[in-house]
């Protein structure tokens, strides 16, 4: 069982640069998000989607775009990365509702550096 | 709007030692849970409490949830090296989101 996979797992942008975050699930999981870490700051949430065809902000939503493509597929684009966006990425899913009490599984992340 | 605190925000324990970490949270929650973050790795699902006194157990850590006080706590018991990582509460909101706490990383030493 692969559960989520992102890709690519490390990347180097220049300022200015665009690139897209992929994510995807093999657990029929409704509910997809994306976090963003960053030391001594906990895991803040980008943009979610509760499901296909769905997508909402989270706490950091700003710089950021999201596509849910399918059931199994989320990803998230930097259309002009900065550096105050260098961080790691995880993206996540889990069930959702009904069945919210679920927790969530996170993938492998993607460490991201923006010069 | 939900907020959720942990502390201590590091903690450094000999081995064998007892010792427990805090988790508040605003708000009226639903749902908590606790993860574990290896450095360099994803975050593991340890625990999800559902309701008021609810406990679960497993190996030398135990989590528990007040509601009415709007707090959960980890408690390690006779830590060993192994369990040196970093250690997330999440609390539910009312839609499908977690909040998470800003993590206390466990150092373990002999």
């Known amino acids: 069982n692969a559960g989520v996979t992102q890709t690519p797992k490390f990347q180097v942008l220049k300022t200015g640069q665009s690139m897209t975050l992929q994510c995807a699930q093999d657990?029929?999981?409704?509910?997809m998000y994306w976090y963003r870490q960053d030391p001594g700051m906990g895991l803040r949430l980008i943009y979610y989607?509760?499901?296909?065809?769905?997508?909402d902000k989270g706490e950091v939503p700003n710089g950021y775009n999201v596509s849910r493509l399918n059931k199994r597929e989320f990803s998230l684009r930097l259309e002009s990365a900065a550096p105050s966006q260098t961080s790691v990425y995880f993206c996540?899913?889990?069930?959702?509702?009904?069945?919210?009490?679920?927790?969530?599984?996170f993938g492998d992340g993607t460490r991201l550096s923006i010069l | 709007e939900l907020k959720v605190e942990q502390n201590p925000l590091f903690l450094s324990m000999q081995e064998g030692k007892n010792y427990t970490i805090y988790c508040n949270y605003s708000?009226?929650?639903?749902?908590l849970y606790w993860y574990r973050q290896d450095p360099g790795k994803s975050l593991e699902s340890l625990f999800v409490?559902?309701?008021?006194?609810a406990v679960k157990q497993e190996g030398r850590l135990m989590a528990s949830l007040d509601t009415k006080a709007r707090l959960s706590t980890l408690h390690i018991t006779a830590a060993v090296h192994d369990l040196s990582a970093t250690y997330f509460c999440?609390?539910?909101?009312?839609?499908?989101?977690?909040?998470f706490g800003t993590g206390t990383r466990l150092q373990v030493f002999p």
């Open positions: 409490l559902l309701s008021n006194g």
């Open positions: 989607s509760a499901s296909e065809g769905t997508t």
């Open positions: 996540a899913s889990s069930t959702g509702r009904p069945n919210r009490n679920q927790p969530q599984h």
């Open positions: 999440a609390a539910g909101d009312n839609t499908d989101k977690l909040i």
């Open positions: 657990m029929n999981h409704n509910s």
């Open positions: 708000t009226t929650s639903d749902r």
